[in-house]
């Protein structure tokens, strides 16, 4: 079992920047791969960024790409994702997720789900 905890989510405006965190704890010693998710009210969720547990390689989402950075800290066992030039868009509840595949870009390859955090961008 992994747990999962995100924070960092809040309020800012068009242009802005905001960084979210997920702390993981339990058995993360077999994840490959730890993504960030979003989804927005009547949207279905959509992949953001991941990177690899191991090696810290990162893939983006063409909606973030030159906008978002995702790294870790492993002796922490926590993610970090910012996202700089905000947009109305990127409004949405963020997911932190774990998955033991290298299927990094599907929901539905992940094993372990944070809460999620909200991130609101106004215009």
């Known amino acids: 079992q992994v747990q999962l905890v995100e924070s960092g989510g809040g309020l800012v405006q068009a242009g802005g920047s905001l960084s979210v965190s997920c702390a993981a704890s339990?058995?993360?010693?077999?994840?490959?791969?730890m993504g960030w998710f979003r989804q927005a009210p009547g949207k279905e969720r959509e992949f953001v960024a991941a990177i690899t547990w191991i090696g810290g390689i990162t893939f983006y989402a063409d909606s973030v790409k030159g906008r978002a950075t995702i790294s870790k800290d492993i002796a922490k066992k926590t993610v970090y994702l910012q996202i700089n030039s905000l947009k109305p868009e990127d409004t949405a509840l963020y997911y932190c997720?774990?998955?033991?595949?290298?299927?990094?870009?599907?929901?539905?390859?992940?094993?372990?789900w944070g809460q999620g955090t909200q991130v609101t961008v106004s215009s």
């Open positions: 339990g058995r993360t010693f077999s994840t490959r791969f």
């Open positions: 997720a774990a998955t033991r595949t290298d299927k990094y870009g599907q929901s539905d390859a992940y094993d372990y």
